[in-house]
């Protein structure tokens, strides 16, 4: 299958692609405003991991809106795709917790992130394509054929 195609499909395997694009673009962010705020402005290291990830949580939001999911964001999406990663957040909390004991503190994360990864993206999808989150005003949530 050509890249091009498959990344701006309209299949479901498009849209995980393209949520895997957001993902490490977001990562990757995060981790440059990290080093940014740490080493050239010099904020210490919590705070500069707080504002990294709260810049790329942003970049993340409007991302996933137009490019991963082709709709417009609102605040209700906001609110969808805030509250789902607070739940993945959690999860993923707890099945490290689970998981130290079965494999070790050092590996514990993978496992997690293995069911957390699939589960944020169906979290996510449901806060940007339910008719729960769409505005008022909002009569075609995808906007994929005027963009």
Same mark, same amino acid.
């Given at each position: 299958?050509?890249?091009?195609?498959?990344?701006?499909?309209? %299949?479901?395997?498009?849209?995980?692609?393209?949520?895997?694009?957001?993902?490490?673009?977001?990562?990757?962010?995060?981790?440059?405003?990290?080093?940014?705020?740490?080493?050239?402005?010099?904020?210490?290291?919590? @705070?500069?991991? !707080?504002?990294?990830?709260?810049? =790329?949580?942003?970049?993340?939001?409007?991302?996933? %809106?137009?490019?991963?999911?082709?709709?417009?964001?609102?605040?209700?999406?906001?609110?969808?795709?805030?509250?789902?990663?607070?739940?993945? !957040?959690?999860?993923?909390?707890?099945?490290?917790? +689970?998981?130290?004991?079965?494999?070790? @503190?050092?590996?514990?994360?993978? @496992?997690?992130?293995? +069911?957390? +990864?699939?589960?944020?993206?169906?979290?996510?999808?449901?806060?940007?394509? =339910?008719?729960?989150?769409? =505005?008022?005003?909002?009569?075609? @949530?995808?906007? =994929?054929?005027?963009?």
């Amino acid at each position: 299958m050509n890249l091009k195609k498959l990344i701006n499909g309209d %299949s479901r395997l498009s849209e995980i692609v393209r949520f895997g694009m957001v993902g490490g673009i977001s990562t990757v962010l995060q981790y440059g405003f990290y080093v940014i705020f740490v080493n050239a402005v010099h904020v210490r290291a919590v @705070p500069s991991s !707080m504002i990294s990830y709260a810049l =790329s949580f942003i970049v993340n939001f409007f991302l996933s %809106s137009y490019f991963t999911f082709h709709t417009r964001p609102n605040a209700k999406k906001g609110l969808g795709f805030t509250l789902s990663h607070l739940f993945n !957040m959690g999860l993923q909390t707890g099945l490290v917790a +689970i998981f130290k004991g079965i494999v070790g @503190p050092t590996l514990a994360l993978l @496992p997690a992130l293995a +069911i957390c +990864i699939p589960v944020n993206y169906f979290l996510v999808r449901f806060a940007f394509t =339910s008719r729960l989150f769409k =505005s008022g005003k909002e009569k075609n @949530p995808d906007i =994929s054929k005027t963009l």
